[in-house]
């Protein structure tokens, strides 16, 4: 069995900053891809980031320069540093990783998700 279990988040003013963290728990044998996706109210979920298991990571544009996408292996955790927030980073964000419990077996796991509130 394998968790993902997000913590950070919360209520934050204009051009404040916010840490976001998914550790993977249970049976990993290996990590491959950890993405943030974020939710607005009446919007379509947006992939926000993503890192491949080579540190390699691309950004929504409007992100850009303002967030950051971080993994540590060796706790089997991703983050999601965001600074410079505006209110239209407001919503719920959810970190989503391919997981392989044995070798070559990778599948998808979703965090229970966490709401972001930047006020104007």
């Known amino acids: 069995q394998v968790q993902l279990v997000q913590s950070g988040g919360g209520f934050v003013q204009f051009g404040g900053s916010l840490n976001l963290s998914c550790a993977a728990s249970?049976?990993?044998?290996?990590?491959?891809?950890i993405t943030w996706f974020r939710q607005a109210p009446g919007k379509a979920r947006e992939l926000v980031a993503t890192?491949?298991?080579?540190?390699?990571?691309s950004y929504l544009d409007s992100v850009k320069g303002r967030f950051t996408i971080s993994r540590d292996n060796a706790k089997n955790t991703g983050y999601l540093q965001m600074n410079s927030l505006k209110p239209e980073d407001t919503g719920v964000y959810y970190c989503?990783?391919?997981?392989?419990?044995?070798?070559?077996?990778?599948?998808?796991?979703w965090g229970q998700g966490t709401q972001v509130t930047v006020s104007s």
């Open positions: 249970g049976n990993i044998f290996s990590i491959r891809v």
């Open positions: 890192i491949t298991d080579g540190d390699r990571s």
């Open positions: 989503n990783a391919h997981i392989a419990s044995n070798p070559g077996d990778f599948r998808s796991y």
